[in-house]
Nanobody
Framework: QVQLVESGGGLVQAGGSLGLSCAAS????????MAWFRQAPGQEREFVAG????????QYADSVKGRFTIYRDNAKNMVYLQMNTLKPEDTAVYYC???????????????WGQGTQVTVSS
């Protein structure tokens, strides 16, 4: 079992930056693909970014490409999402997810965190 706990959410003005963290416990995530998803009110949960266990490559949703960066520190069992040039449409609850298979943009992840709220004001 893997437990995931997100932190770092909050309120930020449009154009600002925010960094999210995801702390994993229960077992090492060094062989897991990790991802960030988000869900806005009344919307479906959507893929934001994913990173392979080796951190060699990452995938991003078109809507965040060039603004968000996902990275990981396997030694610390942590995954991060740096969000720059934030827009009001980035407002959502952000979730960390893990799976012991390659990254997918679907919701087919084995473990999920409880989410952290990000609100971007205009």
């Amino acid at each position: 079992q893997v437990q995931l706990v997100e932190s770092g959410g909050g309120l930020v003005q449009a154009g600002g930056s925010l960094g999210l963290s995801c702390a994993a416990s229960g077992r090492t995530i060094s062989t897991y693909a990790m991802a960030w998803f988000r869900q806005a009110p009344g919307q479906e949960r959507e893929f934001v970014a994913g990173i392979r266990w080796s951190a060699v490559s990452a995938q991003y949703a078109d809507s965040v490409k060039g603004r968000f960066t996902i990275y990981r520190d396997n030694a610390k069992n942590m995954v991060y999402l740096q969000m720059n040039t934030l827009k009001p449409e980035d407002t959502a609850v952000y979730y960390c997810a893990a799976r012991d298979r390659p990254v997918t943009t679907t919701l087919a992840y084995d473990y999920w965190g409880q989410g952290t709220q990000v609100t971007v004001s205009s």
